[in-house]
């Protein structure tokens, strides 16, 4: 029996995944993009960006400026009477800077995704030994740490409360730890998150091969 059901789930997601293959070659998208379109981004975009660095051959015109401005060239005839040597450098500091742009904007959208980030919980392993230890010892949600008054309430209202490690003394310290670096973690993807945002925005008609 199990091994139709299997069978049957295996041929069910076939068919879904060539659906969504469909969606995408015909739409660009598919619906199971549509679940969640921020990481959508943040899974499609780096590799995106990691194309265009690596096959770039220009730079954006602003760039461009900058590199005049700070090799003292004012114009354009200024620049097509400069010596070649300072063409070139003009050239390469542009494409320098574009370099690094793009290469900041890959690095802050996968440190943006929490599959990605490079910082991870010091507490992670040590808070999911405790949580494996505590579903052993009382159940999925604590059922075993219910009170009679609990399980009376249970019975009038249909509803039972929770327990969490975090609700025994002997687990408190290392989940408030944890959830004390969860806090850093989010603040510091959410940081990146929006840098990432403001120099997509900044960059966004330059975003090309």
């Not at 730890?177 to 973690?185: D, H």
Request: charged fraction near 35%; proline fraction near 3%; aromatic fraction near 14%.
């Amino acid at each position: 029996m199990y091994s139709v059901f299997s069978n049957v789930r295996t041929v069910r997601d076939l068919f879904r995944s060539l659906k969504w293959a469909w969606q995408r070659a015909t739409k660009g998208y598919c619906e199971l993009d549509t679940y969640s379109v921020g990481d959508w981004l943040l899974n499609t975009l780096p590799d995106m960006c990691e194309a265009i660095n690596q096959k770039r051959c220009g730079y954006p015109s602003a760039l461009f400026d900058e590199a005049m401005e700070h090799y003292g060239l004012k114009s354009m005839d200024e620049y097509n009477r400069a010596p070649e040597e300072i063409r070139d450098k003009v050239d390469d500091y542009g494409d320098k800077k574009w370099g690094e742009i793009l290469s900041r904007l890959i690095f802050l959208l996968r440190e943006a995704n929490e599959d990605t980030c490079t910082k991870v919980n010091p507490y992670e392993a040590e808070y999911n030994r405790i949580s494996n230890e505590f579903r052993k010892k009382y159940g999925e949600f604590g059922e075993k740490l219910m009170t009679d008054e609990d399980k009376k309430r249970e019975k009038e209202t249909g509803c039972s409360p929770m327990y969490l490690p975090s609700h025994l003394p002997e687990y408190k310290e290392i989940c408030e730890q944890y959830s004390e670096e969860e806090r850093k973690l989010n603040a510091y993807r959410e940081q990146c998150k929006n840098e990432a945002l403001e120099l997509f925005s900044k960059w966004f008609y330059s975003l090309g091969i």
